[in-house]
């Protein structure tokens, strides 16, 4: 399985600069690509594209040759820096965690979810805490292709640790390639097999800003 994006050219409005200029890339099953580059140079704004959350100006995402689903659970699926905005405030926790798929006890044990905190509001918990649903209920055997963008930043060193390990076991276990955007290079020589500087492969001149 291969996701592929070719010649992605994105602005926010026909004004404003250009953010992203021709940039391709290609990420095989398996395969866990880290992203870096200066903060606000448009690898949040990539990685919104990439899961169809925002469409290119032009260029296409492609997976296997076809482009995302718009319906059903899309196999491109993407965790955020900021959980709060990635939940339903009005569903209670196990409704968010069970959306999509039922994660089994032993991946809610290893990601340090506590029993009681099914019963509470997304309010209810820490950032870290609730993080740990995010990641927890999109890691079904259905999805493909998993966009990290700086999913740990919140976290304590141990946590950081312990939940990147879940992940990469379960990214090995179901054959997900992954996009990880992070500033912290150590993390990304640790856990990613290939690095990519955006600035090498966004197409930006001067002229374009
Ligand atoms: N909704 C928006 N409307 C207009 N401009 C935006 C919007 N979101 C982001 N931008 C701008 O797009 C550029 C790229 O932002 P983006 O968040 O993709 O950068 P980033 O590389 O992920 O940054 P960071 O490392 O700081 O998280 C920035 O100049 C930002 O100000």
Known sequence: MQLK?????????????WI????SLTIEAGERVGIVGPSGYGKSTLSKIIAGYMNPTSGSVMIDEKPLPKKGMCPVQM?????EYAVNPRWKMKKILNECWTPGEEVLARMGIEKDWLNRWPSELSGGELQRFCIARILSPDVKFLLCDEI???LDVITQAQI????LDT???NGYGMLIITHNMALAEK???RIVDLRDI???KQIDV
């Open 20 to 23: 992203l200029k021709d940039v």
């Open 5 to 17: 994006l070719e010649h992605i050219d994105f602005r926010y409005t026909d004004k404003s600069p």
């Open 171 to 173: 990214a090995k276990k």
């Open 152 to 154: 740990t930043t919140m």
């Open 202 to 204: 966004n197409h930006i």
């Open 79 to 83: 965790i955020y820096q900021h959980p």
């Open 164 to 167: 990147w390990q879940v992940l």
């Open 191 to 193: 856990v990613c097999t």
